[in-house]
């Protein structure tokens, strides 16, 4: 009976040791055909001088001399008190676009500690020149005589799309509407908001304000803006982490609302191929000032791709249980291991598998 244990034992140890070669001949063919790493520079720790983004929010004060003067004064007070000091870029499908939000580190001297949690009442609030229509998540303002059915079509279609993936992180919007501005041209856009020509669109967090022109970028720009209203209004009081905030943000823009940035792809080839910034780096960074431009699509690529990866690379609410750690002040890699478990104990861990998933698809099925 001990010689029959004994063998039993010896069987099995032989199974298990020829089932782990396979293993790893298997495997290891697919890490061979991953580059190895070639990791950028760190763009927030260069001591170069770097080209400056611009991000400070200064409202312009231009001449207006028609009737809606007054009306565009209020509303550029509005957008500049909420606005603060700095902002957040939004990257869309032509290039970087500033956009006044609600991220600064200086928020918490502000006086303003519940910056994320919607305030604005839930009525409408018009301005001179402008078409009003309510949805049911919705007031849209137009300007003109009439809002387009087209465009309250497109925006209900969009909510329902972005709702897929956040209505977790946003139960008030089943009461509590977003409040839509959009103008017919730049000029009219730079008036109400006094932002500058190249700015492609405006948003006040606080009140669930958006303010955007009309143009192939809009839909967009309104996407990833909204999901910044949407998402990051889950962390109350807490600050969301920049990396998850612009990586679901560009997450809703490509996969709901079809809005795919030409930057994308050659970003998302370069960390195929080895390329990027770790993720450690990744997730202590808190602004984006000083950054060139090359750098910070780089970065947005990457944020976005680490948060389609947590997304999708497990079942069930672990992406949810994720935030809602890090909203409960737990620092990201503890947070990653109790929502996900084993393998992702660290943030090297994730990053492995992370890139393997990038370059083969064999986890998350996300290679294209």
Not at 129 to 140: L, M, S
Not at 266 to 280: A, P, R, T
Not at 327 to 355: F, I
């Amino acid at each position: 009976m001990d010689i029959l244990h004994k063998l039993r034992v010896l069987f099995w140890f032989l199974v298990a040791g020829l089932w782990g070669l396979f293993l790893y001949q298997y495997i290891s063919e697919d890490l061979n055909s991953i580059p190895k790493i070639k990791l950028s520079q760190n763009p927030f720790s260069n001591t170069a001088p770097a080209k400056r983004i611009e991000r400070k929010y200064t409202p312009a004060q231009p001449p207006v001399n028609n009737a809606a003067a007054s009306s565009a004064q209020n509303f550029q007070t509005a957008i500049a008190s909420a606005a603060y000091a700095s902002s957040r870029i939004l990257i869309n499908s032509g290039d970087i676009k500033d956009i006044p939000d609600m991220h600064s580190k200086d928020l918490s001297q502000s006086g303003q500690q519940d910056y994320l949690a919607p305030k604005a009442e839930n009525e409408a609030q018009p301005i001179e020149g402008f078409a009003y229509k309510q949805t049911d998540h919705f007031h849209i303002y137009q300007e003109g005589d009439k809002v387009d059915d087209a465009l309250v079509k497109d925006l209900e279609n969009l909510h329902g799309n972005i709702i897929l993936d956040l209505i977790a992180f946003s139960p008030w919007q089943r009461e509590k509407k977003v409040h839509i501005y959009f103008a017919k041209d730049p000029s009219t856009y730079q008036k109400i908001t006094g932002r500058p020509a190249w700015s492609g669109g405006a948003a006040n967090m606080a009140e669930r304000k958006i303010y955007l022109y009309e143009s192939e970028e809009a839909f967009g720009i309104l996407a990833h803006e909204l999901t910044h209203i949407y998402f990051d209004s889950f962390f109350e009081n807490s600050q969301s982490p920049l990396w998850l905030s612009e990586g679901m943000a560009v997450y809703i823009q490509v996969e709901r609302a079809g809005s795919y940035p030409r930057w994308l792809k050659e970003n998302l080839d370069i960390l195929k191929n080895g390329g990027g910034y770790k993720v450690s780096d990744i997730v202590k960074i808190e602004t984006l000032e000083g950054a060139d431009d090359k750098s910070v699509k780089l970065w947005y690529a990457q944020s976005y791709s680490l948060v389609l990866f947590l997304m999708r690379a497990k079942r069930g609410d672990a992406f949810y249980q994720f935030c809602k750690l890090i909203k409960h002040g737990e620092n990201v890699s503890l947070a990653l291991y109790k929502a996900y478990g084993s393998p992702y104990n660290k943030l090297s861990s994730l990053e492995v598998v992370w890139r393997y998933d990038l370059k083969t698809g064999k986890l998350t099925q996300l290679n294209n």
